[in-house]
């Protein structure tokens, strides 16, 4: 079935060091991949979403390609910033699949002085 | 605007009663979206509407969990004989909907914390 892995439950990093939270999935049809950001006690909010090969959407300074051939959505940023610290969602829709949208387990982000 | 609106924002039941949450979505919104989050678990879809019609409900518990949409402007989740594995924060989100709701953002709301004892 469809389903999206998040390696990392935990990633500290030093500010102004490069961010990179992995995102693979499987998925039987084509795939829309999102990524989500939830800050502490707050909800969820959408980051980024893909759904063409090879393209790079960004936001805030985070970007990520959507690679079909790897199957893969990784959410990079090129230098981290105390405001980054959150828990960072993938999530995966499929057109005309049984669930409507599966999430990674996600990832939380600690950005440190 | 003031998004989406979810209430109560906190729940306390006892292990055996009903727990009602409501969700208002956006105005114009026709898409509304029920998750759950737990620390174990993270987020899970529940189910979604559009235009008030049940569209996935792939996401709900079999047993107790139910969901309504009688108007546009609310929906509600209703988990009857609450159990402890329930307790979670409950969150609604909604979206512009139409041919495109599998691209659309959602919009979350601030979620319901339901704890059951």
């Known amino acids: 079935g469809d389903s999206v892995t998040q390696t990392e439950g935990l990633v500290t990093l030093t500010e102004g060091l490069p961010v990179m939270l992995n995102c693979t999935y499987q998925s039987t049809y084509s795939p829309f991949l999102f990524w989500y950001v939830q800050h502490l006690n707050e909800a969820p909010k959408l980051l980024l979403k893909?759904?063409?090969?090879?393209k790079r959407p960004e936001h805030q300074g985070f970007h990520a390609t959507l690679h079909k051939s790897s199957s893969s959505f990784h959410l990079q940023k090129s230098s981290a910033q105390l405001s980054d610290s959150a828990l960072y969602y993938c999530a995966l829709r499929v057109a005309n699949s049984g669930t409507y949208q599966r999430f990674g387990t996600g990832t939380k982000l600690q950005v440190v002085p | 605007n003031a998004g989406v609106i979810q209430t109560p924002r906190h729940k306390v039941t006892g292990k055996g009663q009903e727990a009602t949450l409501w969700c208002e979505p956006i105005s114009g919104h026709s898409a509304v979206f029920w998750y759950r989050q737990t620390i174990v678990q993270g987020l899970e879809f529940l189910t979604y509407f559009r235009n008030q019609a049940p569209i996935d409900d792939s996401g709900m518990p079999k047993e107790r969990f139910s969901a309504q949409m009688p108007n546009q402007s609310h929906s509600t989740l209703k988990i009857q004989s609450t159990q402890p594995q329930d307790s979670a924060v409950y969150l609604c989100a909604s979206s512009l909907g139409g041919l495109g709701v599998n691209q659309d953002t959602q919009y979350f709301g601030p979620g319901t914390r339901l704890l059951v004892l």
């Open positions: 893909s759904f063409t090969d090879n």
